[in-house]
């Protein structure tokens, strides 16, 4: 049984920012077939700053509480300091992950950044 921070407990236990938003503006979905750990992030973007930030995750505890701690992370950002959101950032900020369990603060980061892409793409403004 992995050790888990009291951070990674407390998002797991009373996740945030649960949910899928109305018409948004971009849309992420990663999964690692590997563990079946599957998040999908939902962004509200309003003058460059991510007013909104949801989630739906289906995954074990440590997958939930990063989709929780990045949604957090991630609200009120611009664009660009979202996009720079790195995985090492979001198990820090969790009090660190099992080893074993890193792989899901890279799912998290890449779902909020896919979600971004899409914006961006979206927009007509993506790096071609």
């Given at each position: 049984?992995p050790?888990?921070s009291?951070?990674?407990?407390e998002?797991?236990?009373?996740?945030?920012?649960?949910?899928?938003?109305e018409?948004p503006d971009?849309?992420?979905?990663?999964?690692?077939?590997?563990?079946?750990?599957?998040?999908?992030?939902t962004?509200?973007?309003?003058?460059?700053?991510?007013?909104?930030?949801?989630?739906?995750?289906?995954?074990?505890?440590?997958?939930?509480?990063?989709?929780?701690?990045v949604?957090?992370?991630?609200?009120?950002?611009?664009?660009?300091?979202?996009?720079?959101?790195?995985?090492?950032?979001?198990?820090?900020?969790?009090?660190?992950?099992?080893?074993?369990?890193?792989?899901?603060?890279?799912?998290?980061?890449?779902?909020?950044?896919?979600?971004?892409?899409?914006?961006?793409?979206?927009?007509?403004?993506?790096?071609?």
């Open positions: 049984m050790m888990y009291e951070k990674v407990m998002h797991f236990t009373n996740p945030r920012n649960i949910g899928e938003i018409a971009g849309v992420g979905e990663v999964g690692n077939p590997v563990c079946g750990d599957m998040m999908k992030f962004i509200k973007v309003k003058d460059n700053i991510i007013e909104d930030v949801k989630y739906f995750t289906f995954g074990c505890g440590a997958a939930i509480a990063v989709s929780s701690m949604s957090e992370m991630a609200r009120g950002k611009t664009v660009d300091e979202a996009m720079n959101i790195t995985n090492k950032q979001v198990a820090e900020a969790l009090g660190g992950l099992p080893g074993n369990k890193m792989h899901c603060s890279n799912l998290g980061a890449d779902a909020l950044h896919k979600a971004i892409q899409d914006y961006l793409e979206k927009k007509g403004e993506a790096e071609q």
